[in-house]
């Protein structure tokens, strides 16, 4: 339903196979979003962290949803933070 948020869960990052050392974390959320009268738009976001905390990425994959959940790409959106300012965008 549009104005929907919520947190999809985390991803714990480490160093190798082992897990012995960690290495930050992924942290997935969505949003539903405003299209037309027939559609909305779920945003998937997905902010990555370094081991200190410090958000290093933000990405936004966004698709329209219609009535039936039918869910079609609309963009990707992926920008750098923290020692990078890199910003891309995708659109289909």
């Known amino acids: 339903m ?6 999809i869960g985390t991803e714990a990052l480490y160093t ?3 897990k012995n050392v960690g290495n930050g974390s992924t942290v997935v959320s969505y949003v539903v979003e405003p299209d037309t009268a027939n559609t909305a738009i779920v945003n998937l976001i997905a902010r990555v962290y370094n081991a200190s905390g410090t958000l290093t990425a933000t990405e ?6 219609n ?5 079609t790409p609309v ?3 992926v920008q750098y933070s923290y020692t990078s300012t890199t910003h891309l965008v995708l659109t289909y």
Do not use: E, H
Not at 2 to 7: K, R
Not at 67 to 71: E, I, P
């Open 16 to 18: 190798n196979s082992t």
């Open 60 to 65: 936004q994959d966004r698709y329209r949803i």
């Open 2 to 7: 549009v104005g929907n948020t919520g947190t």
């Open 75 to 77: 963009s990707a959106d």
């Open 67 to 71: 009535a039936a959940g039918t869910l």
